[in-house]
């Protein structure tokens, strides 16, 4: 799925704010003279009709209400899509896989890459245990 240098603007927005945002509340605190009201609007709309953000409350302002949004998938996740998409060739997976995790080209780069990628999967499990101890 592609992203327009504008929707990509504002889904970086939201996946770097932890909390559900409202367009108000995203017209307050995005900076850049690109955006306005209606700018924002039709953006989160685009995005909500690619399933990329999701509706997850509504909060009143003064006499009105307003619908809250959070992303429906993560960074990690749409740029995994976005890879898997272009239909790119395992091996240029696997360079990239090693050079993210700063992994060298040859030699124990298999060996490296295991190993970080077993790190990861317990910080994973760190954090669902503590999501689920909440």
């Known amino acids: 799925m592609y992203l327009s240098k504008r929707e990509e603007l504002l889904m970086d ?8 945002l409202t367009s108000d509340e995203v017209e307050k605190n995005l900076i850049g003279e690109e955006w306005n009201h209606a700018a ?5 709309k ?46 240029v997976l696997e360079k990239i896989s090693a050079a993210v995790l700063g ?5 124990s780069a298999n060996e490296e890459v295991i190993e970080r990628l077993e790190q990861i999967i317990e910080e994973m499990k760190k954090e669902g245990e503590n999501v689920e101890d909440k």
């Open 46 to 91: 685009k995005l909500e009709e690619k399933k990329l953000l999701k509706v997850v409350g509504v909060e009143r302002h003064n006499k009105q209400y307003a619908r809250q949004f959070l992303p429906a998938i993560s960074q990690e996740e749409y740029y995994s899509n976005y890879l898997l998409e272009k239909r790119m060739p395992q091996r």
């Open 40 to 44: 924002i609007f039709r953006t989160i």
């Open 13 to 20: 927005f939201f996946w770097s704010n932890e909390k559900p």
């Open 103 to 107: 992994v060298g080209e040859k030699g």
